[in-house]
């Protein structure tokens, strides 16, 4: 009878430490193909431009909640159709990622006129990215947001 017992514990534990390993071994699959943040975001087509350079470290969570650390809080402009559009980035940043879309966005505020506006979404249509502010959605070009802005 004990024999049994320590017979099914070991091949309990052996079944845990399988379950463990495989879900470890295919999230860091996942993070391997991307080694980094920018090739998350085009991995999923969207333009690397959507995060600022100097981006010090990433968590891509299954599910895609996607989690970004920068050193500080960067800032810096998109010019469009003669209309520039500031943005502030938090240190952190956060959403999740899909084929196409960031949703859930925080940590993110563009000045449209006076007001800062936070935002919820991106998503790309085409050759556009679609940002839904707070009260109104905005369109840019994807070119826009083809290289990394530098903070300032």
């Not at 009878?1 to 514990?9: G, P």
């Not at 969570?61 to 520039?84: D, I, Q, R, W, Y």
């Not at 949703?103 to 919820?120: D, K």
């Not at 839904?132 to 840019?140: G, I």
């Amino acid at each position: 009878m004990a024999k049994q017992q320590l017979l099914l514990a070991v091949v309990l534990m052996a079944s845990l430490l399988h379950a463990t390993t495989s879900e470890a071994t295919s999230l860091t699959n996942a993070t391997d193909a991307a080694t980094t943040v920018y090739d998350v975001l085009e991995q999923n087509d969207l333009p690397r431009g959507l995060l600022p350079l100097g981006v010090q470290s990433y968590v891509l969570h299954p599910g895609g909640a996607l989690e970004v650390t920068l050193p500080g809080e960067c800032n810096f402009f998109v010019s469009v159709g003669g209309k520039k559009f500031d943005f502030r980035y938090a240190s952190s940043v956060s959403g999740i990622i899909k084929s196409g879309s960031i949703s859930r966005v925080n940590g993110v505020r563009v000045q449209v006129e006076f007001a800062w506006l936070g935002f919820n979404q991106v998503t790309r249509a085409g050759n556009q990215l679609n940002i839904q502010l707070e009260k109104s959605t905005q369109t840019f070009p994807v070119g826009a947001f083809a290289q990394s802005p530098h903070c300032s």
